[in-house]
Nanobody, 127 residues
Framework: QVQLVESGGGLVQAGGSLRLSCAAS????????MAWFRQAPGKEREFVAA????????AYQDSVKGRFTISRDNAKNTVYLQMNSLKSEDTAVYHC????????????????????WGQGTQVTVSS
């Protein structure tokens, strides 16, 4: 079983920055495609960003393009989400997820593509 633990959430003013981390208890971490999702109260969980096994390819939800950057360090079994120019609309619980890659890669933005999930970290953006 793969355990994922997020950290780095908190309270930040609009326009500020945060960096989220997701540490995996799996030394074959490089075999997994990784992603970030978020969920605000009363809303469905939505895709934020994804990254390929080697980190060479990334994808983003349109609303965060140019502001968020996903990256990974396979030597540290960790994936990151750098969030800049934060807006109140970014307030949510952020979850990291891992995929074994047995499903078509074109479905990377769907929750069912992912096999393992972290418990989430709260990000609150104030005005």
């Amino acid at each position: 079983q793969v355990q994922l633990v997020e950290s780095g959430g908190g309270l930040v003013q609009a326009g500020g920055s945060l960096r989220l981390s997701c540490a995996a208890s799996e030394r074959t971490f490089s075999n997994y495609r990784m992603a970030w999702f978020r969920q605000a109260p009363g809303k469905e969980r939505e895709f934020v960003a994804a990254i390929s096994r080697g980190g060479g390819n990334t994808a983003y939800q349109d609303s965060v393009k140019g502001r968020f950057t996903i990256s990974r360090d396979n030597a540290k079994n960790t994936v990151y989400l750098q969030m800049n120019s934060l807006k109140s609309e970014d307030t949510a619980v952020y979850h990291c997820a891992a995929s074994t890659g047995l499903t078509a890669v074109s479905r990377y933005s769907e929750m069912r593509y992912y096999d393992y999930w972290g418990q989430g970290t709260q990000v609150t953006v104030s005005s």
